[in-house]
């Protein structure tokens, strides 16, 4: 047993690197380098971890357990036990025992602890998402988590509130208009003091609608651009304002 523990530790090891990373992809983009300590992805990454113990100590056990064996069969150990007389059962009990102290452990832990584990990280997670709203938006990229808007951001600024360059397209009325379009020079993403709404306050913008035009009205005139606050000067040539 001495044999097998390093190798298992060394391959549990790497195996729970390799899982952890898989799953990190996910969410790096909107944790590193956004103002969150180095406490917290820890924190985050411990949750992680135990949320792998079922997949990788299969691994470990089978990479640890072939290990052991080839270097038994390497040193003519393992042909010299079968030449005493020891059965190839007894020769692996202590790797079955371990095998099966393993899947009682990872039982125990997919059906208690990695529930707790799963629900500490989505709790932390997203509290991580309401004190900094703008972390779930990347500069250029469309972003399709709130329900029926499409938002991206040409910018950021460090207090992880403040964006610039926004554009907004609202599918609420997607059978009435064609497209509905916001456009803005600047902005500012913050949640209520009591964390249930999301609020984004827009500077220097216009809104676009294109209404559905049917067969018999379709030379009737709309009007492209509307505005959304107190009429400001044209912009261009659509019937449009700043606001």
């Known amino acids: 047993?001495?044999?097998f523990?390093?190798?298992f530790a060394v391959s549990f090891g790497i195996a729970l690197f390799v899982l952890i990373m898989q799953f990190?992809?996910?969410y790096i983009d909107e944790i590193a380098g956004k103002g969150v300590s180095i406490f917290i992805m820890l924190e985050l990454l411990g949750y992680l971890s135990v949320s792998t113990f079922p997949m990788a100590l299969p691994i470990a056990v089978l990479i640890a357990s072939v290990m052991v064996m080839g270097n038994l069969s390497e040193r003519y150990e393992l042909s010299s036990?079968?030449?005493a007389g020891v059965s190839l059962l007894r020769i692996m009990r202590g790797l079955i025992i371990w095998a099966a102290g393993m899947s009682v452990f990872s039982y125990l832990c997919s059906d208690f602890i990695i529930p707790i584990a799963n629900l500490e990280f989505k709790?932390?997670?997203t509290d991580i998402r309401r004190q900094k709203p703008a972390l779930a938006l990347e500069k250029g990229i469309f972003n399709e988590d709130f329900r029926q808007f499409?938002?991206?951001i040409g910018d950021k600024e460090k207090d992880g509130e403040t964006i610039k360059d926004v554009m907004i397209e609202d599918q609420t009325n997607a059978g009435r208009v064609?497209?509905?379009k916001i456009m803005a020079d600047s902005g500012q993403m913050y949640t209520t003091d009591n964390r249930r709404y999301f609020v984004m306050n827009l500077f220097e913008g216009t809104q676009y609608?294109?209404?559905?035009?049917?067969?018999d009205k379709k030379n009737s005139k709309y009007p492209l651009c509307a505005p959304i606050l107190d009429p400001g000067p044209r912009c261009g040539t659509c019937a449009s304002s700043k606001w």
């Open 150 to 152: 499409v938002i991206r």
């Open 24 to 26: 990190m992809w996910l």
């Open 81 to 83: 036990m079968k030449f």
């Open 178 to 180: 064609k497209f509905s």
């Open 123 to 125: 709790s932390r997670f």
């Open 5 to 7: 523990i390093g190798p």
């Open 1 to 3: 047993m001495a044999s």
């Open 209 to 215: 609608n294109e209404p559905l035009t049917s067969a």
